[in-house]
């Protein structure tokens, strides 16, 4: 059974559109991560937010955590085209992957 | 510094054979993980080696079975190919004793079983 659990499974947005997504996990976590995968390829690790942090910045993400709520968010902001991609997070301590959120910024 | 390198990219095999897919880990990561992901799905697990031992292991058969070396890559193997197994692998490292925990993935091997 999966860990991280993403939604929504499919997000099309516009170009400069900030974009949202979620995930919830089941157990208590250390930290939990996010990650990027262009089609076919290996994932790239984008933020990692522990357990005793509400909210983490990287450029142009901002990732979010509940813990009373065992929920996570990432929101893209000023989407670009390079941006389309499926998103996943996982806790670093059980690293079970959802089927992701499948990202389509249009240009 | 070399990040996370799997080798092959490729690899086309037929029913019932063996296949031996290898990864090396970022350098100064210790720990290894393996991970099946089918077309449209999240990554599974596999299994994750770390000190030369299996520690983790996913809901796989024992036709997937692993091995790491003292330099701390490793390999996975999968005996008695199925069509079913034909996916992307992927190889993920991370430092055991890293208070973060990050792992960080390889390209991963695209293997085709006909």
């Known amino acids: 059974s999966q860990q991280g659990e993403e939604d929504p499974q499919a997000l099309s947005i516009q170009e400069g559109e900030n974009a949202t997504m979620n995930c919830s996990y089941k157990?208590?976590?250390?930290?939990l991560q996010w990650y990027r995968q262009n089609s076919g390829r290996g994932l790239v690790h984008l933020i990692l937010?522990?357990?005793?942090?509400r909210e983490k910045h990287s450029g142009r993400l901002r990732v979010t955590l509940d813990t009373s709520k065992k929920s996570s968010s990432l929101l893209i902001t000023a989407s670009r085209a390079a941006d389309t991609a499926s998103y996943f997070c996982?806790?670093?301590?059980?690293?079970?992957f959802g089927a992701g959120t499948r990202l389509t910024v249009k240009p | 510094d070399a990040g996370v390198t799997q080798s092959p990219t490729h690899l086309i095999k037929t029913r019932g054979q063996q296949v031996t897919l290898r990864c090396s880990p970022k350098?100064?990561?210790?720990?290894v993980s393996w991970y099946q992901q089918a077309l449209g799905q999240g990554p599974q697990f596999i299994f994750q080696?770390?000190?030369?031992?299996?520690?983790q292991r996913g809901n796989f058969p024992d036709r997937f079975s692993g091995h790491q070396f003292p330099n701390y890559s490793s390999e996975l193997n999968v005996n008695a190919l199925l069509l079913g197994d034909s996916a992307l692998y992927l190889c993920?490292?991370?430092?055991?004793?890293?208070?973060?925990?990050?792992?960080?993935f390889g390209p991963g091997t695209r293997l085709t079983v006909l």
């Open positions: 993920a490292s991370s430092l055991e004793t890293g208070s973060r925990n990050e792992q960080f």
């Open positions: 157990t208590s976590i250390n930290n």
């Open positions: 937010i522990r357990s005793n942090e």
């Open positions: 996982a806790p670093s301590n059980d690293m079970r």
């Open positions: 350098s100064g990561h210790d720990t």
């Open positions: 080696y770390y000190e030369e031992e299996e520690r």
